[in-house]
């Protein structure tokens, strides 16, 4: 086929964030593989570092920048490319191809928007033009209303039928929605609302919270040919957002005439808009009288279709590319089966289950756990079993490889009665709950009108728990069978019979995922594990010799605050390093969103939890001759010494290390006989943070790069603003790094990859720890240095010396231009939490600024991280005692450039003293008006806060930064921060054009 | 699912044996082993008279979750045997579950076996026969009843006894159905588009066809080989020369090409699945096709005089749709949807067009 397009813009979806991980960039990832294999030249933009797009291997030129129109243009000014492509980039892509579709600004640049169109997106991205659009379709939409009286309201109420949920309609606080479920309580509820809202109206919507959720996924390709992918279950009914929702695929409980009815009407919206590519429609399923509504339309690449991709084998982004570039379904070959196309719908022969995971507890215990419409879990896993059981188990495993079962042990001391309240609302332990109550002998048929949640799942519940009964029981080998075949571990068996060892013994076998229920034989091997007669794995390796030296991956598993996207990047990347130096490579993830779960990432692949025996019985079958950990995190090298005792090479970071790092005391004992300076335990140490990732073979070592942290070193490295090259280190204090560094690698004589973090006080450089699995800042120093650290990294722990390399030892020359990484939060998600940092990490993201001088790239660091950037306007500044002093020469600067401050009484005084004008305002507690006024009259442009709220004297502190965050106003908690801003803005002056170049 | 203790095994003609559970009725069933790849219609599946005689594996791991009521019960169970991986054994007030089901019509069914490893064998093997049983002390004997085994007379056994009408309103068209043994729901196909229906016996001639007077005919789809029927296949050269369209799906698409002097030939692999992609050479598009056959027409001996091949199986070329130049009709390999959303309800259109054209 000729190809009309030259290049492609490909855009990206920027920073994660909670209910967008690295699902786009997996997506983006796929696209760009399509384009380049055409024979494109491909151009990504995306402001989030920790991407794969956003190599070189897979892009031909690359903008790490603030993902927004303007930026965009510039890019397309730069690069002239024939077309843009935004399907991977979310609702951020979707949004800026509108912009850019305006006053025919792609036409006078030769250029047009492939994938999702303006009129399409423009027709669902809010709930009034979704509602219009399904009417003109003959879709049943969701019924809603705006109502300024009690008797509008129950007339709406009495037509659309009861339950309702109300909320205010323009509301200053947000202030949530309830549910009415008769006249009565909306008489009772109105009010209150109506009360909320700034113009007493209350928005009412038909409430379908109980009904089932349902989600179809359909490729349509220009001539109009469409498929419906696969369906997914929620477990949860409507009212639990199905990103915090067990998931099963395909839809379990069914009729035929349902399933295909909401198949129908996806397949109808398609071609309705008219879409060339994918088309995600969700629906809401009345659980026994067969209606529907439909509650979302939408034309991009998301978190369900990459889930939908990875279960079915079918890969949604590259055929959403192919179609984009006008071919036809019939015409994409599938490249697993090698004989069938993108026009075979997948035929699944077994069951795959996604289990959400929360980051709750980085939050301490006022983040609010329970669930409802919005979504708060950070990351996921999956499992695909011959039965929901073991898919269900293993998911489950995957989120908790401690845990390793479905039972949670503190659920045992609640009562009967606690027990049902907590089923009454939904929390991230729900599945756990439901399954104490079945054990407790609860009746299904109770716990289905109790929950919601099908017979369906809870039979499937049921059949775990008498597998556990029985075992408890006594172990007979009948039981022990059972057991296995639902997804049991022997360790749970062993745990859970009282038996110190085990008498049967059972064994895995693995499946393929084929997208053709083994209709055809696979080219490519994607196994998951089941306890089939006949190992698929095995089969596949006797028919397919081993030529190469073979490694094994490990993944990190669920993405979660702490273990982001980055360790999904390195191995992704170790897996082409393996590759490209002549090694065959095995994979083994569980995460759905994650690139190396991508069945091209290795030459196979196997989606399974990373407990022990899950990794052991990969290894029996695929007797890999090496395998790489450290990309994986703890849970993975742990495994280290089981691999060993079997007789595999463990290359790079292994349990001794990683305890070694871990363990304070044994690691400050090592830094004593180094002589190495450190933040012992005793002293708290608040300076500056510093921390480099070093490369070394044992002997040698290479530093790419020192990163400088812009707050104080007592907040999390992961939620500081680092600084490439350093702005502030002295060449001494640097030496005194380097020094430290050789100091330790050659002490350790650990091959591969090494943080190390510092803490500079007193003009004295102190080692405060070390971790030999920590990847989070190299994505970030990979791209500011363009060394490919993760190359050499994997070379290194293969036994290539630095010599090798030939990038010189020591540290790596620092580049002209500066570079930022600026962390990103999700705290508007999460109710209850508060915008605070400390040692917790609570940033679930990242994104990069570029500049020609420090200040630019920190601009656009914070540009890319959503801060809204004013120039103009208030600063309210409102400190903890210890940031006193500093907040004055704060408020100077931020004045000097004409900002209005604002201070609480004490600290007014202490800026009046100083000769800086500031005018007092009354805290929340002191009557109005108040901080919070200012807040609700949007007279701020910028928030200060940094009063801890344990130790502030006003808890009212905690609800101001939140009314902030949620009006959009930025909250700067440190002091370093903000006087990072200031300064910022005063070397960007306004009108300056954003510096915009290629990496 | 229940603890089932009883197991029993599935035996195919060349030995190869699998162990599972029993399910439905315990015994001993003999049959054509194939197996289907579709997700959730074991309803439709179990009374699709096209699997008469066969013993229908189904590769979807979960069957029954909805349980079997008296909306979703089928008349007649046309397989000889049920085989999947597991069933559901939750229901509603008043539903049964699939097992309770089977053991109400006597069917043998088998759960609990490597799926995989039996859609393995039968993709290497093409056409095998085999026997789910409870007994496998005397193999000797069990082989001996699966080698003799032969569908014979299949469509003879399902056809109507008797010449049934089937109004619709406003009746436009008069359809002669000839019935080999079809799944009714394609009917609507017809009426819902004025065709007034004459279901006939299949061993009626094109004489007893043109006494009618009908303004189409339509060939049914039926189990089994299409060569069995020489009789048939020598009425369905009689009516192409009435002068009236005809339509024809499955059997009768591979009879009315037999008739027209093209061959048949048994596929390497079969098609068996609600997701066969199927192309049309005219318009290029892509239809999404339901289909269980193991026959094909044989591509290399369509004559270009006689028909253009007009429909293909985009994953192995094998022919999909004829479309006739000797006298106004075409025929289709697979199943159609009556749906008028899905992508290939086009048919009974072309099939009205045609008898309106035929008109003039």
Request: net charge negative; proline share 4%.
């Amino acid at each position: 086929m000729k190809q009309p397009f030259k290049k492609i813009l490909v855009i990206g979806a920027g920073p994660v964030v909670i209910g967008q991980s690295s699902e786009f960039d997996y997506a983006g990832m796929q696209m760009c593989r399509v384009l380049k294999a055409a024979g494109i030249q491909v151009v990504v933009v995306n402001s989030n570092p920790a991407t794969v797009m956003t190599e070189h291997s897979l892009a031909d030129s690359v903008y790490i920048e603030p993902l927004n129109s303007e930026v965009v243009k510039k890019v397309i000014e730069l690069e002239k490319p024939d077309a843009i492509l935004a399907t991977a980039g979310g609702k951020t892509g979707l949004e800026i191809c509108l912009e850019l579709s305006q006053n025919g600004y792609l036409e006078e640049h030769g250029t047009v928007l492939l994938g999702a169109q303006p009129e399409v997106i423009k027709s669902v991205h809010n709930a009034q033009a979704l509602q219009s659009m399904l009417k003109r379709a003959d879709e049943p939409y969701l019924p809603a209303e705006i109502a300024g009286s009690e008797e509008e309201a129950v007339a709406f109420a009495e037509e659309a039928g009861y339950p309702v949920r109300i909320q205010a309609a323009f509301s200053a606080e947000g202030g949530g929605s309830a549910v009415c479920a008769d006249q009565a309580e909306l008489c009772a509820r109105f009010p209150e609302f109506a009360g909320r809202s700034l113009v007493g109206q209350v928005l009412l919507q038909k409430c379908v919270d109980a009904y089932k959720e349902i989600e179809v996924a359909v490729v349509r390709d220009v001539d109009g040919n469409a498929i419906s992918v696969c369906s997914t279950e929620s477990m949860d009914t409507v009212g639990v957002h199905s990103g915090d929702s067990v998931i099963v695929l395909p839809a379990q409980t069914l009729t035929d005439a349902e399933l295909l009815m909401l198949r129908r009407a996806a397949r109808k919206i398609t071609g309705y808009l008219q879409i060339v590519g994918a088309c995600l429609v969700r629906f809401a399923l009345h659980p026994t009288n067969g209606r529907y509504f439909v509650l979302s339309v939408e034309p991009e690449l998301n978190r369900t279709t990459a889930l939908i991709s990875k279960a079915t084998g079918y890969p949604i982004a590259a055929v959403c590319a192919h179609v984009a570039l006008g071919e036809r379904l019939y015409e994409i070959p599938n490249e697993l089966t090698g004989v069938t196309t993108a026009a075979n719908e997948p035929a699944l022969d077994y069951c795959a289950v996604r289990v959400p995971k929360w980051s709750f507890e980085q939050f301490g215990d006022s983040a609010d756990r329970r669930l409802d419409l919005s979504m708060k879990a950070t990351g996921e896993a999956f499992a695909i079993g011959t039965g929901f059981e073991l898919a269900l188990l293993k998911a489950i495993r995957s989120i908790h490889p401690k845990t390793q079962h479905i039972g949670l042990p503190k659920l045992r001391m609640l009562s009967d009665e606690e027990l049902e309240a907590r089923l009454r609302t939904p929390d991230n332990e729900r599945i756990f709950t439901v399954y104490e109550s079945i054990k407790r002998g609860v009746s299904l048929h109770k716990l289905h009108e109790t929950t919601g949640i099908d017979l369906f799942f809870l039979s499937k519940l049921q059949n775990i728990a008498d597998a556990e009964a029985a075992l408890r029981g006594g172990l007979t080998e009948e039981n022990y069978r059972r057991a296995k075949h639902l997804g049991f571990l022997d360790s749970v068996i062993l745990a859970v019979s009282g038996k110190e060892t085990l008498p049967y013994h059972a064994a895995h076998s693995f499946n393929t995922v084929d997208t053709c229920a083994a209709e055809f034989d696979v080219r490519k091997p994607y196994f998951y594990s089941a306890w089939d007669e006949e190992n698929e794995a095995a089969m596949f390796l006797r028919e397919h010799p081993q030529q190469r030296k073979k490694i094994l991956v490990v993944g990190a598993g669920p993405t979660s605050i702490g273990l982001g996207t980055d360790r999904d990047y390195a191995a992704y990347f170790a897996l082409q390093t393996l590759h490209d130096f002549g090694f065959e490579t095995v994979m083994l993830n569980n995460n759905p969103a994650a690139n190396t779960t991508d069945f091209a990432a290795a030459d196979k692949l196997y989606v399974d939890p990373i407990t022990a025996e899950d990794v052991q019985a990969v290894c029996e079958t695929e007797k890999p001759d090496g395998v790489i950990l450290a990309f994986g995190g703890g849970e993975a090298v742990r495994k280290s010494e089981l691999l060993r005792e079997m007789g595999i090479t463990v290359y790079g970071a292994d349990a001794e290390a990683h305890r070694l790092t871990k363990n304070k005391i044994a690691f400050f004992d090592i830094l004593d006989k180094l002589n190495i300076r450190h933040t012992s335990n005793r002293r708290v140490l608040i300076g500056k943070g510093a921390e480099v990732d070093v490369l070394t073979d044992g002997a040698d070592f290479l530093i790419p790069g020192i990163c400088e942290h812009i707050e104080k070193a007592s907040v999390h490295s992961g939620d500081s603003i680092s600084v490439y090259p350093s702005v502030t280190l002295s060449d001494a204090e640097k030496g005194m790094i380097v020094e430290y560094t050789g100091r330790l690698v050659r002490e350790l004589g650990f091959k591969g990859l090494l943080n190390i973090q510092f803490v500079i006080y007193d003009n004295a450089v102190y080692v405060s720890s070390a971790s030999v699995v920590a990847t989070r800042n190299i994505p970030f120093l990979s791209k500011a240095t363009a060394l490919p650290i993760i190359e050499f990294a994997t070379r290194l722990m293969l036994g290539e010396t630095l010599s090798d390399i030939g990038m010189g030892t020591g540290l790596y020359k620092e580049p002209e231009k500066s570079f930022v990484r600026v962390p990103v939060f999700s705290f508007e998600q999460l109710a209850g939490t508060d915008v605070q940092l400390g040692g917790e990490m609570q940033s679930t993201g990242e994104v990069m600024g570029v500049g020609r001088s420090f200040a630019e790239a920190l601009l656009k660091g914070f540009i890319a991280s959503g801060m809204r950037i004013k120039r103009t306007g208030g600063v309210l500044i409102s400190v903890a005692d210890s940031d006193k002093p500093a907040s004055v020469a704060l408020a100077a600067a931020f004045q000097k450039q004409g900002f209005k401050v604002y201070a609480t009484s004490n600290t007014a005084k202490l800026l009046n003293a100083n000769h800086v004008a500031a005018n007092a305002v009354r805290k929340m507690h002191e009557g109005a008006p108040n901080t919070l006024t200012l807040i609700l009259q949007n007279r701020l442009s910028y928030l200060v806060s940094t009063a801890q709220p344990s130790s502030a004297k006003n808890p009212d502190e905690v609800r101001i930064r939140r009314t902030a965050l949620l009006r959009r106003i930025p909250v700067l908690p440190s002091v370093e921060t903000a006087a990072a801003l200031a300064a910022c803005l005063a070397e960007n002056s306004a009108a300056e054009e954003m510096f915009v170049e290629s990496l | 699912m229940k603890q089932q203790p009883q197991k029993a095994y599935l035996v195919l003609e060349d030995g190869t044996q699998f162990e599972g559970l029993s399910m439905g009725k315990v015994g001993t069933a003999v049959g054509e082993v194939v197996f289907n790849t579709c997700t959730a219609s074991y309803t439709s599946l179990l009374s699709d008279p096209t699997y008469y005689g066969q013993i229908v594996a189904q590769t979807y791991p979960l069957v029954g979750n909805r349980g079997i009521s008296a909306k979703n019960r089928t008349s007649d169970i046309m397989a000889n045997g049920y085989i999947v991986r597991e069933w559901c054994d939750v229901t509603e007030e008043g539903e049964m579950t699939l097992d309770e089901y089977l053991r109400s019509r006597g069917i043998v069914g088998l759960c609990g076996i490597d799926m995989r490893r039996l859609t393995r064998a039968l993709r290497e093997k093409g056409y095998v026969k085999g026997a789910i049983t409870d007994r496998i002390d005397d193999m000797d004997a069990l082989m001996e009843q699966i080698r003799a085994y032969t569908i014979s007379g299949a469509v003879e056994a399902i056809t109507v006894r008797a010449p049934q009408h089937l109004d619709a309103a406003p009746a436009n068209f008069r359809v002669c159905v000839m019935d080999y043994g079809f799944p009714r729901e394609i009917l609507d196909g017809f009426t819902t588009r004025g065709c007034s229906l004459d279901i006939l016996p299949a061993f009626y001639s094109a004489d007893q066809v043109r006494a009618l007077s009908p303004d189409g005919i339509f060939l049914s789809d039926g189990p089994a080989d299409p060569d069995d029927n020489p009789a048939f296949i020598r009425e369905i050269a009689a009516m192409t020369k009435l002068g009236v369209p005809i339509f024809a799906v499955g059997l009768g698409h591979q009879m009315l090409a037999l008739a027209l002097g093209a061959q048949i030939e048994k596929m390497q692999q079969g098609h068996r699945g609600s997701n066969q992609p199927v192309l049309c050479a005219n318009t290029n598009r892509l239809m999404v096709t339901e289909q269980n056959h193991g026959y094909a027409v044989r591509s290399e001996s369509v004559s270009p005089d006689c028909a253009q091949i007009f429909l293909t199986n985009v994953n192995d070329g094998s022919v999909e749709g004829l479309l006739y130049r000797t006298f106004p009709g075409f025929s289709v390999q697979f199943t159609p949807s009556t749906d008028a959303a899905s992508s290939t309800s086009w048919v009974f259109d072309r099939f009205v067009q045609m008898m309106q054209e035929a008109r003039k």
